[in-house]
């Protein structure tokens, strides 16, 4: 056991579950390769990999920094509770939100999806937006929640 340890770095239940992830990885590709369109599919997910590699994380680590070096501008007035995850979860939420379904969210798709549904895209854009509004303000409950009780700590 220490030898695998010492050679792989990691036990051998990591082993074994990453072994099982790319055989089934590979089950799947194997699967979408026999479809029609397996190939405009795999050509599909590999331009998506790289512009969210290249371009959107890039993008993502920026607006982080930013919002970070913000809160260090004044850390007298920084509250005693910390707020920056409270601000990157529901923005997480959101865009993977967005990301899953931008083409109903921005209409992009709407002869297609009512040929293949029978219905519109016409509720997407308020539920995506109830959705996001609802992750913000859950958050903001939360951090006044947390906020409240590290005051009420420092008053005792």
């Not at 397996?38 to 990999?49: C, D, E, N």
């Not at 501008?73 to 923005?91: A, D, G, S, T």
Request: aromatic content about 10%; overall charge positive; proline content about 6%.
């Amino acid at each position: 056991m220490s030898w695998l340890r010492r050679r792989y770095g990691a036990g051998p239940l990591q082993l074994l579950s990453l072994l099982s992830c790319f055989a089934w990885a590979g089950y799947v590709v194997t699967r979408v390769l026999a479809g029609p369109e397996g190939l405009r599919i795999l050509v599909w997910f590999a331009g998506a990999a790289i512009a969210h590699d290249l371009v959107l994380w890039p993008l993502y680590a920026v607006a982080d920094m930013t919002a970070v070096s913000a809160a260090r501008r004044h850390p007298e007035r920084l509250p005693k509770v910390p707020w920056i995850n409270h601000l990157r979860v529901p923005v997480a939420l959101s865009a993977v939100m967005l990301a899953v379904s931008f083409p109903l969210v921005l209409r992009l798709s709407e002869p297609a999806y009512h040929a293949a549904s029978g219905l519109t895209e016409n509720p997407y854009l308020g539920r995506w937006l109830l959705l996001t509004g609802m992750a913000f303000g859950l958050s903001a409950v939360l951090y006044a929640l947390r906020l409240g009780r590290a005051i009420a700590r420092e008053k005792r």
